[in-house]
């Protein structure tokens, strides 16, 4: 979409401008960009300056991280941004499941200029555990390609947990917020930390709207313990070079986790902010080991349904 201002540039700005992403309340499915984050978003200028500063077409993504919430959606977007041929919106647009009734167009203004070839991308973990939001993204293309970061259901529970308990210090213990009745053993399915893990139900939801084969499953540890081998995969699943590689990497041993050697339009290195790699509080261990007797029997269909098997136990 090209504009000309021949009128009112003043206008045109203040239209095209995204609105604030909103924030969800506490226990909610979704993560948000931290502050942090949001400042280090290149693609989210206004409509304006990137109509001076760029040139290319504002397109509807073809490819959108869809989740999963505390899996290594943001680490994977900063990776995949190295790449030439992808630009992506850096902050989560939130737009097939809160901002909806706001119209595609409005969508497709939050998205970066791309040139012929390349490939425009979004990220909004919580997609995957919106009920509309299959129908929603097949509505507007049926070919979009969808990826799912996911991690060990019980260790991305206590980092859900752990990043709600940064913002709001006085709730309840994760031990009490895991049972509906801690003398029975009821897991409460109802707590959205919970019940996110849950992927195979998810998933069912995904397929009635789209192939297996349009899916692709990133394993979260597999990012932190080789990179490039999944950025590999991603690439391929994109039809893209594999330009990133072993080199682009480095581990941060304070951190725990890989770095990029270089960020995109920037000589420095960079690892991800303050909110990630944050120190998880001690779980009792008979409460994990519950948990993992539960998502078990979960984890094995959705193995069956991925033809992955991501070694949770």
Known sequence: MFYSCAGSCAGLAARGSPAPPRTAPPGEPGEESSPEEQRAAPDAASPISSFFNGSGTKRL???????????????????????PDVRAVGAEPHFFDR???????????????????????????????????????????????LIVVVRDPVTRAISDYTQTLSKKPDIPTFES????????GLIDTSWSA??????????ENWLLYFPIGQILFVSGERLISDPAGELGRVQDFLGLKRI????????????????????EGSSKPHCLGKTKGRTHPDIDQEVVQRLRDFYRPFNMKFYQMTGQDFGWD
């Open 244 to 263: 990133i590689t072993d080199k682009h990497f480095y581990f941060n041993k304070t951190k725990g986790f890989p770095c990029l050697k270089k960020a």
């Open 194 to 203: 919970i019940q996110i893990g849950i992927y195979a139900k998810h998933l």
């Open 177 to 184: 917020l895991t049972f509906k009745n801690r003398t029975t």
């Open 61 to 83: 993504p073809q490819a959108i991280i869809i989740g999963v919430k505390k899996g290594g959606t943001r680490a994977l977007l900063e990776f995949l941004r190295v790449h």
């Open 99 to 145: 901002n909806y009734e706001r119209g595609l167009a409005w969508y497709r203004d939050l998205m970066p200029r791309t040139l012929e070839g390349q490939i425009t991308m979004e990220k909004t973990p919580s997609y995957f555990v919106t009920k509309e939001a299959p129908a929603r993204i097949s509505s507007m293309s049926k070919g979009t390609k």
